[in-house]
């Protein structure tokens, strides 16, 4: 009964160890799961008809010896070969059997493929028993274990470090396999409870009795440390790896022989025969131990730092080691760089937060009690000094101080709805006007540019204003930063009021405006004026007949036979006059196409300031002069031309002086001559060629000067010549009139008489602005570049040969001075004629004249062609003349270009036109 109590035992043990399937079944299911799984089908433990007959079956608990009786084989019976297989019956008493692992003689593996039931075989598994099966288990379902350390052998004693006998015992119970099985349990511990082996494997260890302990001459140290040579074979059978353990625990008999053989290797068991000498590494420093201080095992590093640490801190002190003959010096701890060098530089610890409080503050601060320091200062996370300190006293709401993105609230009063284009459109005979321009074609001649040049301010593009592309760049888009329109473009493609960066407000008093929506760089392009492109005459035809009963117009000389007229166009044209503008309206000429756009002044231009540019407005009567309300400092009171910048020149002789004397002496002497008498001589030349000079003259006073009212007085006298002469003297006196009211300072009543419906805007030629000083410097500069030029190294100097007009024959070279942003740059232009027509060369430059004429303009047939620039005769001798014929090209020359300026255009040539280049060059045969 003994054996049966023992046989029930072990089913029961056998059923907690090996899961469900044998939870249910008792020992006689044995032979039925076996032959269940050996023909692969799924586990059957009891089936439904001998449970039914049999209940007491179905519980497990109520398994007795007669039961077992009655399902065992017999123990005379021969086991099936299945049996023998995976395991051996072995008997137990008379009653009960008890299936035993087999012993160690290898049994031969049947043929076919691997038999899945053998696992599943209830045979006594030693690591089962032993408890160290778990392992595997409990680790990979991520279970803590208790790190295990690589079993050694000390003084060639075999020790288990859980001193429960767990791999030792296995061992034992291999070496005892062939014993009787009372002596096989008693081998496999199985003593033990199977509550004992269902706790953690931590809580045997705790429970452990003290007793079993292994004596402390035998503690497990570590061998590695010790520096111990470990080479005896029971060494190498408790180092074994798990797969090791495994094929032991299934029983060695099975292994292989050359797998056997193997085993004895050290490499096999992973078995250092040499000691491992321990290193040391602090703050990623190897620290050399001392091998003569014996095996005493130093601190790990980790431990030591800590301690070090909880030193510093000065919270704690630990003894680190008693062999130490001083504690580690604490280190002071460093403080935050930032602290003083960064965000809080200059400021003190804030300690007393009273400080520069006024008095009634402080007294606010003090019936606040939740304010009040702690009186330690805040080195972690200090404040910056009196945030928002005041704030929380005074119990304001937090606001930002400054709406970065400032865009108008919603509800704000939009124009009456207008047409809006995108692109400009010409209309009529506009595009024919367009194609004789010599623009049409120019703009297609390529810079010479190099690539660290970036097509900048020597860019001959640049210079005549034609925006750079794939036909007309020596470098290519990326290198290349002349094209504005081309970024605007990329910029604005995605839309987004940030995007296209300016909206439309609605101002006090002059109607709607255009604001910045964002920030703009100096010169940076803004936006474009679209409309539509007009000839003259239908631009007259519109004022006369369209817009008679408009208030604004917004007509705006595109060039010489050209207007722009975006009353159909971009919001542009909303955009407001300023004496003292932030912006600049410019054309270009892009992909051989006259555009026009707003670029920001020399100056940033923040979010939410009104964009404005110097309207040089023509008021074309004096009938059309309106006051000007931007409210600058140097406000010119009415809108009107820019005032005269430069003073009267002195006599054309000494202009020929100067081109004489530029040209034949010495370098040093033509300079300092050329820059001063070219000023000179340009502003006179100016002054004579100017068709605009008139008007202007009639605007340029300062409103307190006497001389002023003495100037319009005169000039009122003297008759108007070149194509102002078509203004009327009965205009000009009452502009002149206007203007010397507003002198006097009683402007406003006079203005306001004006009606105001019609505009005659004239635009720019700004680049003829200029103070006169900048002009005589500009001029020095000029003149230094043409002597360069001679010495063909010159730079930025343009000679401009054209032709107006088969039957003109006059031959013009003009000097202008162009300052657009950064970009200044210098053509030299001779008026050698008295035609007014070619006075009025198409000046893309600096002038454009906005024309918008009134219902009470139809007598001005002649609408103002744009030449205000400061036309200065040849600022450098050598420029003047030389010319024969001209080619309908207009043709650069420069040191810098040489190519260029050498190569006729084809068209030049078949026309047979010569090519005339720049000073110091021959003309091309
Ligand atoms: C091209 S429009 C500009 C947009 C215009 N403010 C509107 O509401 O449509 C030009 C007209 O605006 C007005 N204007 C622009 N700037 C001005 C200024 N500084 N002072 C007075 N009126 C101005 C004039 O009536 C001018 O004829």
């Given at each position: 009964m003994a054996a049966i109590e023992t046989a029930r035992m072990m089913a029961e043990l056998d059923s907690l160890l090996c899961?469900?399937?044998?939870?249910?079944?008792?020992?006689?299911d044995m032979s039925s799961s076996i032959s269940a799984s050996l023909s692969s089908t799924p586990p059957t433990t009891v089936d439904s008809m001998s449970l039914a007959s049999?209940?007491?079956?179905?519980?497990?608990?109520?398994?007795t010896a007669s039961t077992i009786e009655a399902v065992m084989p017999a123990p005379e019976t021969p086991p099936e070969p299945e049996q023998h297989e995976s395991g051996q019956q072995t008997p137990v008493g008379e009653d009960a059997i008890v299936v035993a692992e087999p012993p160690l003689t290898p049994v031969t593996e049947p043929a076919g493929r691997p038999r899945r039931a053998r696992s599943s075989?209830?045979?006594?598994?030693i690591a089962k028993l032993a408890g160290t099966d778990v392992h595997g288990r409990r680790r990979s379902k991520g279970d803590a274990v208790l790190?295990?350390?690589?079993r050694t052998i000390s003084d060639g004693t075999l020790v288990d470090?859980?001193?429960?006998?767990?791999a030792g015992d296995s061992i034992d119970a291999l070496a005892k396999a062939t014993q009787t099985t009372q002596t096989e349990i008693d081998a496999s511990d199985a003593n033990r409870s199977t509550t004992t082996l269902n706790t953690p494997r931590s809580a045997r260890i705790s429970k452990?009795?003290?007793?079993?302990s292994t004596p402390a001459h035998l503690t497990r140290r570590a061998t590695r440390l010790s520096g111990a040579s470990t080479e005896n074979l029971k060494t190498k059978l408790s180092a074994l790896t798990k797969r090791g353990k495994r094929a032991i625990e299934k029983?060695?008999?099975?292994?292989p022989r050359e797998l056997m053989r193997l085993q004895d290797t050290n490499e096999f068991a992973h078995i250092d025969t040499r000691p491992v000498r321990y290193t040391v590494w602090s703050n990623g420093k190897y620290i050399e131990v001392?091998?003569?201080?014996?095996?005493s095992t130093p601190e790990p590093p980790r431990k030591k730092v800590k301690v070090d640490e909880k030193a510093a801190k000065g919270e704690e002190k630990i003894?680190?080691?008693?062999?130490?003959?001083s504690a580690p010096v604490a280190k002071k701890p460093c403080g935050k760089k930032w602290l003083d060098?960064?965000?809080?530089?200059?400021?003190?610890?804030?300690?007393?937060?009273?400080?520069?409080?006024t008095a009634q503050e402080k007294k606010k601060l003090a019936s606040?009690?939740?304010?009040?320091?702690?009186?330690?200062?805040?080195?972690a996370l200090p404040q910056p000094m009196y945030t928002g300190l005041r704030i929380l006293i005074n119990g304001r709401d937090f606001k930002l101080?400054?709406?970065?993105?400032?865009p108008l609230p919603p509800g704000q009063p939009k124009p009456t709805a207008y047409r809006t284009m995108t692109k400009n459109r010409f209309v009529g005979n506009a595009t024919s006007y367009w194609k004789k321009t010599p623009h049409f074609e120019d703009f297609a001649s390529r810079c010479v540019c190099k690539p660290e040049d970036?097509?900048?301010?020597?860019c001959q593009n640049r210079i005549m204003l034609y925006e750079c592309d794939e036909t007309n760049c020596?470098?290519?888009?990326?290198?290349?930063?002349?094209r504005a329109f081309q970024d605007l473009q990329e910029r604005t493609k995605k839309g987004g009021r940030y995007r296209v960066g300016v909206e439309v407000l609605k101002t006090g008093d002059r109607g709607y405006g255009v604001r910045s929506n964002r920030c703009f760089e100096p010169n940076q392009i803004i936006m474009e004026y679209t409309g539509e492109i007009i000839t003259v005459e239908e631009c007259e035809r519109r004022m006369n007949e369209?817009?008679?009963?408009?208030?604004c117009y917004y007509l705006m000389s595109f060039d010489q036979n050209m207007i722009i007229d975006?009353?159909?166009?971009?919001?542009?044209?909303?955009v407001n006059h300023s004496c003292s503008p932030n912006c600049r309206m410019i054309k270009w000429i892009v992909s051989g196409q006259p555009r026009m756009a707003l670029f920001a002044g020399d100056r940033p231009i923040s979010t939410g300031d009104e964009l404005t540019y110097d309207?040089?407005?023509?008021?074309?009567?004096?009938?059309?002069v309106q006051k000007c309300l931007?409210?600058?400092?140097?406000?010119?009171?009415?809108?009107?031309?820019?005032?005269?910048?430069?003073?009267p020149p002195k006599p054309a002789k000494e202009e020929k002086k100067t081109t004489k004397t530029a040209s034949k002496s010495s370098a040093k002497a033509s300079t300092k001559a050329s820059a001063k008498g070219s000023a000179k001589a340009s502003v006179k030349t100016s002054t004579k060629t100017s068709v605009k000079r008139k008007l202007k003259d009639a605007f340029?006073?300062?409103?307190?000067?006497e001389d002023d009212a003495k100037t319009v007085k005169k000039r009122k006298i003297r008759a108007a010549t070149g194509?102002?002469?078509?203004?009327s003297s009965a205009s000009l006196k009452k502009a002149k009139g206007v203007a010397k009211t507003a002198a006097k300072g009683a402007a406003k009543g006079a203005v306001t008489?004006?009606?105001?419906?019609v505009s005659s805007i004239s635009v720019a030629a700004k680049k003829k602005t200029g103070l006169i000083s900048s002009k005589v410097a500009k001029a020095k500069a000029a003149t230094t570049k043409t002597k360069t030029t001679t010495k063909k190294?010159?730079?930025?100097t343009m000679t401009t040969i054209r032709k107006r007009?088969?039957?003109?024959?006059a031959v013009t070279q003009q000097t202008q001075k162009k300052s657009y942003g950064k970009k200044t740059t210098t053509a030299t232009t001779a008026?050698?004629?008295?035609?007014p027509k070619i006075a009025a060369v198409?000046?893309?430059?600096?002038s454009l004249t906005i024309v918008a004429a009134g219902?009470?303009?139809?007598?001005?047939?002649?609408?103002?062609?744009?030449?205000?620039?400061?036309m200065t005769p040849?600022?450098?001798?050598?420029?003047?003349?030389?010319?024969t014929t001209m080619p309908p090209k207009l043709t650069l020359s420069s040191g810098k270009t040489s190519a260029r300026k050498l190569t006729p255009s084809r068209k030049a040539i078949e026309s047979g036109l010569v090519l005339v280049g720049a000073v110091g060059q021959d003309p091309p045969a």
């Open positions: 899961g469900s399937s044998f939870s249910s079944s008792t020992p006689t049999e209940p007491d079956l179905a519980k497990p608990e109520s398994i075989l209830p045979v006594y598994n790190d295990k350390r690589r470090d859980r001193g429960d006998g767990g452990k009795p003290s007793s079993t029983g060695l008999s099975r292994v001392d091998p003569t201080k014996g095996s003894e680190t080691d008693k062999q130490e003959p060098k960064g965000l809080y530089a200059g400021q003190e610890a804030p300690i007393d937060i009273f400080k520069g409080l606040i009690p939740e304010l009040m320091p702690s009186g330690k200062p805040n080195h101080p400054f709406d970065v993105c400032n970036g097509c900048g301010e020597d020596n470098l290519g888009k990326p290198q290349c930063t002349n369209v817009y008679k009963d408009n208030e975006a009353t159909t166009g971009s919001i542009a044209r909303f309207y040089n407005f023509d008021p074309f009567s004096a009938k059309n931007c409210g600058s400092a140097n406000c010119r009171g009415v809108l009107g031309p820019k005032p005269k910048e430069v003073k340029d006073f300062d409103g307190d000067d194509l102002k002469r078509s203004l008489t004006i009606k105001r419906s190294t010159t730079k930025k007009g088969s039957g003109s024959g008026i050698t004629t008295t035609n198409p000046s893309r430059s600096p219902v009470s303009a139809s007598s001005s047939t002649t609408l103002v062609a744009a030449t205000t620039a400061v040849a600022s450098s001798p050598k420029k003047t003349t030389t010319t």
